[in-house]
């Protein structure tokens, strides 16, 4: 048997190079678990705050590409008018009685507001989700991380847990 001897180390202690590639490898595997769950509610909180009722399904890609970003489905009440969206977000329909001409208007009114609402809404949730992404992939934030967990390194920012 042969018995090898490993210096840890904490996070602190470590060369900002060997601090620099533990935290890359943390963000390289981080799956960002907290990331749906969080801008679930912060989507029913805004929806809430805007007046609007209603259950949503939320559609995100926070890639850091092109075409990323956030949209919602579902059917919402606004205002006492009724609005299905759907495809994404790329459908929004208003539901009203047609033969009502003086209340056709003020509906079309109405539907340009909450359409206006929606992409505010979208893009206050895609926000919200960089926000966190970008904290939960500081060094700040990893610091803590290891200081609540217990982590140690090798010399070279190699996690090891045993």
Same mark, same amino acid.
């Given at each position: 048997m042969k018995t090898t001897q490993i210096n840890l !180390?904490? *996070?602190? @202690?470590?060369? #900002? &190079?060997?601090?620099?590639k533990a935290l890359n490898n943390h963000n390289e595997n981080n799956d960002y678990y907290f990331? @749906? #769950? +969080?801008?679930?509610? !912060?989507?029913r909180q805004l929806l809430e705050d805007n007046g609007i009722?209603?259950?949503a399904?939320?559609?995100?890609?926070l890639s850091y590409s092109q075409g990323d970003g956030v949209n919602f489905e579902g059917n919402f009440e606004y205002k006492n008018i009724? *609005? &299905?969206i759907s495809q994404e977000g790329r459908c929004i329909e208003a539901q009203f009685d047609e033969d009502d001409e003086l209340k056709n208007d003020?509906? @079309?009114v109405i539907e340009q507001d909450f359409k206006e609402i929606y992409a505010?809404?979208?893009d206050s949730v895609k926000k919200n989700g960089y926000s966190e992404i970008e904290y939960e992939q500081s060094e700040e934030n990893f610091k @803590?991380?290891?200081?609540? +967990?217990e982590y140690t390194f090798e010399i070279d920012g190699t996690m090891r847990n045993f």
């Open positions: !180390y904490e *996070f602190d @202690e470590l060369s #900002e &190079d060997a601090k620099s990331l @749906e #769950e +969080n801008l679930n509610e !912060y989507l009722k209603g259950d399904k939320l559609y995100y890609d009724y *609005f &299905d003020l509906i @079309e505010t809404i979208c @803590e991380l290891c200081e609540c +967990n």
